[in-house]
């Protein structure tokens, strides 16, 4: 059973940082990409980034482009979110999944489809 735990959520002032955390099992955790999703009350959910099973390859939204950073670390089973330069419009609930097939999705990551596992997600609030 594949199981998602995000971790590092929380309230920062705008400008500041934030570093989130997502720990898998149940799965091969090197074989599949991984991305992060949030999502605004109100709001449908957005693409944050996603990651190739290696690491070597990535993709972001445009919102968090040259803020965020995403990466993993495939012997400890987990992956991380790098948010900085925080603004009020990142409140969110952030959540990580884990991609269905062994093959990159390359532009196709943003999509939500492409992703058979999520976590519960994690809060993170932007202030002014």
């Known amino acids: 059973q594949v199981q998602l735990v995000e971790s590092g959520g929380g309230l920062v002032q705008a400008g500041g940082s934030l570093r989130l955390s997502c720990a898998a099992s149940?799965?091969?955790?090197?074989?599949?990409?991984m991305g992060w999703f949030r999502q605004a009350p109100g709001k449908e959910r957005e693409f944050v980034a996603a990651i190739s099973r290696s690491g070597g390859s990535t993709l972001y939204g445009d919102s968090v482009k040259g803020r965020f950073t995403i990466s993993r670390d495939n012997a400890k089973n987990t992956m991380d979110l790098q948010m900085n330069s925080l603004n009020v419009e990142d409140t969110a609930v952030y959540s990580c999944?884990?991609?269905?097939?062994?093959?990159?999705?390359?532009?196709?990551?943003?999509?939500?489809?492409?992703?058979?596992?999520w976590g519960q997600g994690t809060q993170v609030t932007v202030s002014s």
């Open positions: 149940g799965r091969t955790f090197s074989r599949y990409a």
């Open positions: 999944a884990q991609a269905g097939s062994i093959y990159w999705c390359g532009s196709a990551c943003s999509q939500s489809a492409v992703y058979h596992y």
